[in-house]
């Protein structure tokens, strides 16, 4: 770890911690105190999927201000980097890199999916990812999780773990269909103080990461993307006919 990394651990091991969740169709940002290795959340606003950008900074605002408490104090910011809506995970990414360039704040970045398995206590997690597919995490080797995007192909080609965290029923139902065996924990959906509840061993180690690569973890392509190459395919397909 170099000094500059190791100064940013220092001053977060007892610092203010933001916690930034706009990935899905309700977010949340949250305030916590990381004391002792102990994680006590100070404060959690709900966000409305469609209000993002005109919410989201104001929300950080008010929890600072109901703390007492400036940017300048916070000690870290954990983002959730998706999977998730596209536009969702921009705007919530576009805040964090704002406020931590501003102030020189270090930065987590963690799955959503992950969030949610650790609330029910395990390793596999799966969201509703529309279009008949999920948003999946699922045990690779010594604990570790592996994520895709999946639909009922994908399932079936996927050895199904013995319990999956679910907080939505689209995602149930498909899951319910094709791993019958599955046991599925019904768990809220993930919060931003969930998500620093779980980053909390990164920011004691000082494991942040690089603002310059920090990017969505969408699992899928945008809808730009998609449509954007099967257009030119079409029309050259007409052309050539």
Same mark, same amino acid.
């Given at each position: 770890?170099?000094?500059?990394?190791?100064?940013?651990?220092?001053?977060?091991?007892?610092?203010?911690?933001?916690?930034?969740?706009?990935?899905?169709?309700?977010?949340?940002?949250?305030?916590?105190?990381?004391?002792?290795?102990? $994680?006590?959340?100070?404060?959690?606003?709900? %966000?409305?999927?469609?209000?993002? =950008? +005109?919410?989201? &900074? @104001? !929300?950080?605002? /008010?929890?600072?201000?109901?703390?007492?408490?400036?940017?300048?104090?916070?000690?870290?910011?954990?983002?959730?980097?998706?999977?998730?809506?596209?536009?969702?995970?921009?705007?919530?990414?576009?805040?964090?890199?704002?406020?931590?360039?501003?102030?020189? $704040?270090?930065?987590?970045?963690?799955?959503? %999916?992950?969030?949610?398995?650790? =609330? +029910?206590?395990? &390793? @596999? !997690?799966?969201? /509703?990812?529309?279009?008949?597919?999920?948003?999946?995490?699922?045990?690779?080797?010594?604990?570790?999780?592996?994520?895709?995007?999946?639909?009922?192909?994908?399932?079936?080609?996927?050895?199904?773990?013995?319990?999956?965290?679910?907080?939505?029923?689209?995602?149930?139902?498909?899951?319910?269909?094709?791993?019958?065996?599955?046991?599925?924990?019904?768990?809220?959906?993930?919060?931003?103080?969930?998500?620093?509840?779980?980053?909390?061993?990164?920011?004691?180690?000082?494991?942040?990461?690089?603002?310059?690569?920090?990017?969505?973890?969408?699992?899928?392509?945008?809808?730009?993307?998609?449509?954007?190459?099967?257009?030119?395919?079409?029309?050259?397909?007409?052309?050539?006919?």
């Amino acid at each position: 770890m170099g000094t500059a990394e190791t100064a940013a651990a220092d001053g977060a091991r007892t610092a203010l911690v933001l916690g930034i969740d706009t990935c899905g169709p309700a977010g949340s940002v949250a305030l916590g105190r990381l004391s002792s290795g102990l $994680i006590e959340i100070l404060g959690e606003t709900e %966000l409305e999927g469609r209000s993002y =950008s +005109a919410k989201l &900074v @104001a !929300a950080v605002g /008010d929890l600072l201000a109901l703390a007492g408490a400036r940017v300048s104090d916070l000690g870290a910011i954990v983002a959730v980097n998706g999977p998730g809506s596209f536009t969702g995970v921009r705007v919530g990414l576009s805040a964090v890199k704002g406020l931590a360039e501003a102030v020189g $704040i270090p930065v987590v970045a963690v799955s959503r %999916l992950q969030v949610l398995a650790r =609330s +029910a206590g395990c &390793v @596999a !997690a799966a969201l /509703d990812a529309h279009r008949n597919e999920v948003f999946l995490r699922v045990p690779r080797r010594e604990g570790e999780g592996i994520e895709m995007l999946a639909g009922r192909i994908e399932l079936l080609m996927t050895p199904p773990p013995g319990r999956m965290a679910i907080c939505d029923e689209s995602a149930s139902a498909l899951l319910a269909s094709v791993w019958p065996q599955t046991m599925l924990l019904h768990v809220p959906a993930p919060t931003a103080a969930g998500a620093i509840r779980l980053a909390e061993p990164a920011i004691l180690a000082g494991k942040f990461v690089d603002l310059a690569r920090l990017d969505g973890h969408y699992l899928r392509r945008s809808d730009a993307e998609i449509f954007g190459a099967v257009a030119p395919a079409a029309s050259a397909k007409v052309q050539g006919a």
